[in-house]
């Protein structure tokens, strides 16, 4: 079954520095795509960013950018030059189109941003 | 604002209870997916319908059910309520029904059994 770890419960970054939030999955698919979400206290889920897993480039979405490691199974988030309003919980998710297309999320990560 | 609506934000009720909640997709997505996130079972999905019609089916009890009508709105049901269900239910939309399609969530119903 394809599951999603997150290890890190919370981390903290300094406003204006990077901070790097891990997730490593386990498939045994070959065609799935990796995501990761951002829950505000509002609680609306916003997709941050998503990686493709037959694309060898990591994607690029201005601040934030992933380190897609498919033999390691690793899909790591950085944030850089981080800002107050990056304070969030942070989900890894996977999905595939091999298992109902349903989302399998991690447990996430509570980022707090220290002004 | 993703272009998901959701209705109402905030429900309370009693065990035993049934109680409907429901979802606007963005317009011209097809496919709507219902998830759970609770805190002892993170974010599960549970259903996902395409066009009025079931397509995949997760974790969701028996108790649970959903639809989707003709205007696409879909509705989940929940009956028989426990504590255990208290949670916030998410709704997302996306265009179709391919693994590639980025899911756009709506804000939440959070849902409290007392």
């Known amino acids: 079954a394809q599951t999603v770890t997150q290890s890190q419960p919370e981390m903290s970054v300094q406003e204006a520095e990077t901070v790097t939030l891990s997730c490593t999955y386990d498939t045994s698919e070959s065609d799935y795509y990796l995501f990761w979400y951002k829950q505000p206290p509002s609680r609306q889920m916003i997709l941050v960013i998503r990686?493709?897993?037959?694309?060898?480039q990591n994607a690029t979405e201005n601040r934030f950018s992933v380190n897609f490691q498919k033999a390691a199974k690793s899909f790591s988030l950085k944030i850089s030059d981080s800002q107050l309003g990056d304070a969030a919980m942070y989900f890894c998710a996977y999905r595939t189109p091999y298992n109902n297309n349903d989302m399998r999320f991690g447990a996430g990560t509570r980022l707090t941003v220290k002004p | 604002d993703s272009g998901v609506t959701q209705t109402p934000k905030h429900l309370i009720t009693a065990t035993g209870q049934r109680v409907t909640l429901r979802c606007s997709p963005r317009s011209g997505d097809l496919s709507v997916y219902w998830y759970q996130q609770s805190l002892d079972q993170g974010l599960q999905f549970l259903i996902q319908y395409y066009n009025g019609e079931e397509r995949a089916k997760g974790n969701i009890l028996e108790r649970f059910s959903a639809q989707q009508f003709p205007d696409l709105h879909s509705e989940l049901n929940l009956s028989s309520l426990e504590l255990g269900d208290s949670a916030l239910y998410f709704c997302?939309?996306?265009?179709?029904?391919?693994?590639?399609?980025?899911?756009?969530f709506g804000p939440g119903t959070r849902l409290t059994v007392l």
């Open positions: 990686q493709e897993a037959y694309k060898q």
């Open positions: 997302a939309s996306s265009p179709g029904t391919s693994a590639t399609d980025t899911q756009y």
